[in-house]
């Protein structure tokens, strides 16, 4: 389970309203009871809702969810409704929303790039990359998981993948460090990223556990992941670099064990309605 913690979603209330609300306040309104109901304004994968939820909780609100994160839904589903003061429904309801519009804007592109690369290559999957928005990792990496992908990497710290600018520190012995890497930490998987056939198939020879071919054209790559196949049939083989849902079928019918991509990072937030009213509205 996807652990967001409470300080979080607090550290989020805070920012937007440091000192309390000062429209709602002058306006005398803060006591009044209200309503919220929240839909898409199109067909989404909704992400999100449970945070929301939390946020609608942690400032007194009573919730009513009728979707999970994670779920597809047309266009004007409501999915969550609260109800309680005007006051705590202005502390948080932009809040809320905001995460869900990215959350679920994530999270629909990348559910759009596994069912293409799925549709014609089931073994395929999607890994996103750290390559997000800074400070927005944690609410990333959930949306996307939300929708089916895996994490190619959290960070530097949990996994082994070697660029070019790693390996132009040590242009003369690269191929001696890699087949040594195995020995330093033998519980890790190396991967390698390659830029053409021939450095592929020479870091397969020499140990690396992935290949990670980079901006390979669909053609280019389909060859090289069946000759990395031939020769070293436990490797696995990445796309990576430009991977996008309009072409993650081609990289997937070409052989990918996974596309690794930011594509679904970035793009329009999905569109969610707000809807505020007063109990006492005529």
């Known amino acids: 389970m996807y652990c967001i913690g409470d300080a979080f979603l607090e550290e989020a209330l805070k920012e937007d ?3 309390g609300d000062l429209t709602t306040d002058l306006l005398g309104i803060e006591n009044e009871p209200g309503t919220i109901a929240c839909w898409p304004k199109s067909d989404t994968v909704i992400c999100g809702a449970q945070l929301a939820a939390r946020l609608f909780e942690k400032v007194g609100l009573t919730v009513d969810r009728a979707a999970k994160d994670g779920d597809r839904l047309p266009a ?10 005007a006051g705590a429904i202005h502390a948080v309801y932009k809040t809320a929303q905001n995460i869900m519009e990215y959350c679920s804007g994530i999270a629909t592109r990348t559910a759009e790039m596994r069912l293409a690369a799925q549709a014609v290559n089931p073994n395929c999957q ?22 089916g992908a895996r994490v190619h990497r959290t960070g530097l710290s949990e996994s082994v993948l070697v660029f070019d600018q790693h390996r132009t520190f040590c242009p003369d012995d690269f191929l001696e460090r890699l087949a040594r890497m195995h020995e330093l930490d033998p519980e ?5 990223e390659a830029g053409g056939l021939d450095e592929a198939l020479e870091f ?8 990670q071919c980079e901006k390979m054209p669909a053609p280019e790559f389909a060859e090289t992941a069946a000759r990395i196949k031939e020769i070293c049939p436990h490797v696995l083989v990445s796309a ?23 594509w679904p990072y970035f793009g329009k937030p999905a569109d969610i309605k707000m809807d505020i009213q007063g109990a006492r509205r005529k």
């Open 188 to 192: 890790r998987k190396i991967a390698v």
């Open 126 to 147: 999607i890994a996103v990359t750290r390559k997000h928005f800074p400070s927005a990792k944690v609410l990333s990496l959930y949306a996307a998981q939300t929708a």
């Open 17 to 19: 309203a440091p000192y």
């Open 240 to 262: 990576a670099g430009g991977i996008r849902a309009d072409n993650a079928a081609d990289y997937a019918r070409a052989g990918a064990d996974f596309l690794v991509t930011t």
């Open 76 to 85: 004007k589903t409501v999915f969550l409704k609260a109800g309680g003061r």
């Open 204 to 211: 397969a020879r020499a140990g690396a556990d992935i290949i």
